[in-house]
């Protein structure tokens, strides 16, 4: 299905709305993902603890949930949260980071998609070994190029009914039937940790926004991401003034130059 309503006015509509994100996400993440959402114009709140997870996915327009640092306690936070998303009709996200690695990981994660995440993002790695695939992926990271995960990735979001995102050099996006890759970025953004997990929580904010356009949304926060890193990497020295100029150049877009600049295509 495709998208009725452009990238740009999908991020000019997401800062109007100013979305509360629900983010469960990883001890590295935290900081970089909450200033990601700060700096796009969405509204973060890090509330993991079982205790209060499901309570604040009532409150929050979405959750998105990154399995980075987990233990036990984590995982009962986030399955209560998705639980209450769910119950409250709230769009959440699934961020499967290094799912493969280990059976504590895999067993988190299998629970996690019976509980049908609305979007999964994951890199290439990480996407194919999630469709039963043979993965390359080295713990976080991911050794597999995009192009060899579109096919499990349409078999994913089939199964799962879910959207679909593969991130790396050529993101592709696909709801089963559809399909869109996104070109653009920076090749100093896998050297900058968690901005993976950052566009995860990105993601939740653009799908709270435009809930009944599920892939619309992901496209027009990777769109955004991918726009934003190329203006980040002009000048950047290194993964160090890249991650701060990124903060900045999310701030910067604005609608116009989204639609003008975005690499979107059918796949
Ligand atoms: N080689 C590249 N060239 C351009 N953009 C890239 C490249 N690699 C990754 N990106 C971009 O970086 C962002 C994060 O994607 P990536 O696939 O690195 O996530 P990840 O592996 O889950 O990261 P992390 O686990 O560190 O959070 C996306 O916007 C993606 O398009
Ligand atoms: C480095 C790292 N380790 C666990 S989560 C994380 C952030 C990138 O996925
Ligand atoms: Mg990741």
């Known amino acids: 299905m495709q998208s009725k309503i452009t990238s740009g006015a999908m991020l000019k509509a997401m800062r109007e709305k100013s979305p509360l994100v629900q983010c469960i996400t990883n001890y590295v993440a935290m900081n970089i993902a909450a200033n990601v959402l700060l700096a796009s114009g969405a509204s973060p709140a890090m509330v993991h603890a079982a205790e209060e997870a499901g309570e604040f996915a009532g409150i929050a327009n979405a959750l998105?949930?990154?399995?980075?640092?987990?233990?036990?306690?984590?995982?009962?936070?986030?399955?209560?949260?998705?639980?209450?998303?769910?119950?409250?009709?709230?769009?959440?996200?699934?961020?499967?980071?290094?799912?493969?690695?280990?059976?504590?990981?895999?067993?988190?994660?299998?629970?996690?998609?019976?509980?049908?995440?609305?979007?999964?993002?994951?890199?290439?790695?990480?996407?194919?070994?999630?469709?039963?695939?043979e993965s390359r992926g080295q713990g976080v990271d991911s050794r597999d190029p995009v192009e060899q995960a579109e096919d499990s990735a349409r078999r994913l979001a089939e199964r799962q009914r879910a959207v679909v995102a593969v991130t790396g050099a050529v993101d592709f996006v696909t709801d089963g039937e559809s399909a869109v890759r996104i070109q653009g970025g920076s090749a100093l953004m896998p050297q900058v940790t968690a901005l993976g997990c950052s566009l995860t929580c990105l993601v939740g904010a653009f799908a709270a926004t435009a809930p009944e356009d599920i892939f619309g949304a992901t496209v027009a926060a990777l769109a955004t991401f991918a726009v934003a890193g190329e203006d980040a990497a002009l000048g950047a020295a290194g993964p160090g003034s890249f991650s701060w100029r990124f903060l900045d150049a999310l701030a910067a877009i604005d609608a116009e130059t989204l639609d003008a600049r975005a690499r979107v295509s059918v796949a």
């Open 64 to 133: 998105t949930i990154n399995i980075g640092t987990l233990s036990t306690q984590w995982i009962d936070g986030m399955q209560t949260a998705a639980k209450a998303a769910n119950a409250a009709g709230k769009p959440w996200v699934l961020d499967p980071v290094a799912h493969y690695a280990t059976a504590f990981r895999r067993n988190a994660v299998a629970d996690l998609l019976a509980l049908e995440p609305t979007i999964i993002r994951g890199n290439a790695s990480e996407i194919i070994a999630l469709a039963g695939g």
